[in-house]
């Protein structure tokens, strides 16, 4: 039982290309916005034809290109929750989940009815329009509306694009809840690294178009392989490195750094975490000599931009993150010696 | 005073507001989802009879639908119908003439619908027909009643074209605007007087009623009243 993606589709000078295997469990697309992550989606719903490709759900093929088969969204059999949850306005909270609840009996669509308002925490709302709702009363009745359809898969698009990020973290828990007792495939499309590693098990990256790949959360966030997946993951920085031997040298910098272990000859980037950036004493083994740019507080931490001695003119800052407690008093201009663990260095593809 | 004029003025008004309405809402549906070219194309020539002086429209509609002309003269032949100078030939000129008023309002409200809508019915499993009836034309209804009534209001107008295709006579093809015409013409002041403000109750009515669509959004679906947050 999973979802099998496989496309391709050009539209104007943008090339999406998308191969991935979602199992029974909640899996990540991961992207930064505009890299094609919602028109992945739409193209799995049917609300997007592909120009190539074999899109199978459960041993369903729901498009091949190949044998001109494409279902239209309706037989899908895909829950599609809309950044904007596209409740219809023109009905109550009530009418809306019906709209879910199209087979049976009147008395079993009742049932079913008050069977989603109770379980979606909807009671005293059902008389409501769309517009009278919170944003997390109207996830909660889009949630309702597209489980009544008893869908084999469901696609999150941004599920919490539209809400305040104070709230986020109370309906994040609550959607996790719903969706527990939810089994076949949920893809969920975010550029939130956070909200991903909190609720995927695992996580296909996107970069302008193009997946790259299929990865755990560990594989992502502990040991991420390309530079896109590095970004991502969130690593600050990240620069072009040249394998030398067991160390990396990365010429924006001028520097050479010991990687412990022999570097791959198709390493193109090398990535250091900004926490992983540590202050050392001077003349400590592979500590360099760095001048500080920049001190920005941040709100429960320090982050020093560093320029290394030999860094060129346009190389990026290095990035230091510290803890509020044990930033040292650094000063702009200041020289300090800086060193990084070789388990820290990030090497990429 | 005859009343045969408002009775027919209103039956033309009514049932060419009926056709058009159906007929403007399906083009503006199936021609925005057209390629740019096509799209262009059908936009100008349907939106045309709303800059053509009204003596064009019924001229060219004469041309076609003239006992000696192609339409006219086969309708003739082969159903014993005469097209023109009947009570309802006014209804061809007045269709046509207020068309794009209903085709360019529904448009309108077509482009503005949140295509998301129909997107999440479509995953939902609704039918296509359902989503249109039941989500896209209440979401637009604003648009679709507003262009309604100012299309009856026009078609209640309409003087040109119809009284070129459907002539006057009394008590068959006369309509207010044509006997305004002819009462004026044949010095009879005090009737037309009369006419005239029949005309202006009907224009003041039809537009209070447009003022009223605006204002409140009572059509929801249901026809309970809609209580805004």
């Given at each position: ?349 | ?173 006369a309509t207010i605007s044509t006997t305004v015409y002819q009462l004026w013409q044949t010095n009879n ?41």
């Amino acid at each position: 039982m999973s979802l099998s993606v496989d496309l391709e589709k050009r539209l104007g000078s943008f090339h999406l290309r998308v191969q991935f295997q979602a199992e029974d469990e909640i899996t990540a697309l991961l992207g930064a916005s505009g890299c094609g992550k919602s028109m992945t989606l739409k193209c799995i719903a049917g609300i997007m034809t592909p120009d190539r490709g074999r899109i199978v759900l459960h041993d369903r093929v729901l498009f091949d290109s190949e044998k001109g088969i494409n279902l239209p969204p309706q037989q899908r059999k895909l829950g599609y929750l809309f950044q904007n949850y596209a409740l219809f306005p023109n009905m109550t909270v009530e009418k809306n989940i019906l709209c879910g609840i199209r087979a049976g009996s009147k008395g079993e669509k009742a049932a079913a009815l008050a069977d989603a308002v109770r379980r979606f925490r909807l009671e005293g709302l059902e008389h409501h329009y769309p517009a009278q709702l919170s944003g997390g009363q109207q996830q909660r009745v889009a949630l309702a509306r597209i489980l009544c359809t008893r869908p084999e898969a469901i696609l999150l698009d941004e599920p919490f694009s539209a809400l305040d990020s104070f709230l986020k973290w109370k309906l994040e828990l609550e959607l996790s809840d719903l969706l527990a007792d939810f089994h076949g495939p949920i893809l969920w499309v975010s550029h939130d690294r956070g909200e991903v590693f909190r609720n995927c098990k695992k996580v296909c990256v996107m970069e302008q178009g193009q997946s790259q790949g299929m990865f755990t959360l560990r594989q992502l966030f502990h040991e991420p392989e390309t530079e896109a997946a590095a970004r991502l993951s969130g690593c600050k920085n990240i620069v072009e490195a040249v394998p030398a031997g067991n160390a990396v040298t990365l010429p924006a910098w001028g520097l050479t750094l010991d990687c412990g272990k022999a570097v791959p000859a198709d390493v193109r980037w090398a990535g250091i975490r900004a926490h992983h950036v540590t202050a050392a004493p001077e003349g400590t083994e592979g500590a360099f000599l760095c001048a500080v740019e920049r001190v920005i507080q941040d709100v429960f931490t320090t982050i020093v931009l560093l320029r290394p001695e030999h860094a060129a003119p346009d190389a990026p800052p290095l990035r230091m993150e510290l803890e509020r407690e044990d930033a040292p008093t650094v000063l702009d201009n200041q020289l300090v010696w800086i060193s990084v663990q070789p388990r820290d260095i990030l090497l990429l593809k | 005073m005859d009343l045969f004029p408002l009775w027919n003025s209103l039956r033309i008004a009514a049932i060419s507001t009926v056709i058009v309405f159906f007929a403007g809402i399906f083009a503006a549906y199936y021609i925005a989802k057209l390629p740019r070219l096509a799209k262009g194309l059908l936009d100008v020539v349907l939106t045309l009879p709303l800059v053509l002086p009204p003596t064009v429209i019924g001229y060219l509609l004469l041309r076609v639908l003239g006992p000696k002309r192609i339409l006219g003269a086969w309708l003739l032949e082969q159903f014993g119908v005469k097209v023109v100078m009947t009570w309802w030939s006014a209804i061809f000129a007045t269709a046509v003439v207020i068309f794009p008023l209903m085709y360019r309002t529904a448009r309108g409200a077509f482009e503005a619908f949140d295509e998301t809508l129909a997107y999440s019915g479509q995953t939902l499993g609704l039918p296509n027909s359902w989503i249109f009836w039941r989500v896209r034309m209440p979401c637009c209804r604003q648009g679709i009643l507003a262009g309604t009534v100012l299309a009856f209001a026009r078609a209640l107008g309409e003087y040109g074209a119809t009284s070129m295709i459907a002539g006057y006579t009394p008590g068959k093809t006369a309509t207010i605007s044509t006997t305004v015409y002819q009462l004026w013409q044949t010095n009879n002041d005090g009737l037309a007087m009369k006419w005239v403000v029949v005309n202006l109750a009907i224009s003041a009515v039809v537009l209070l009623a447009v003022n009223m669509l605006e204002r409140r959004d009572f059509l929801v679906s249901g026809g309970k009243r809609r209580n805004r947050a």
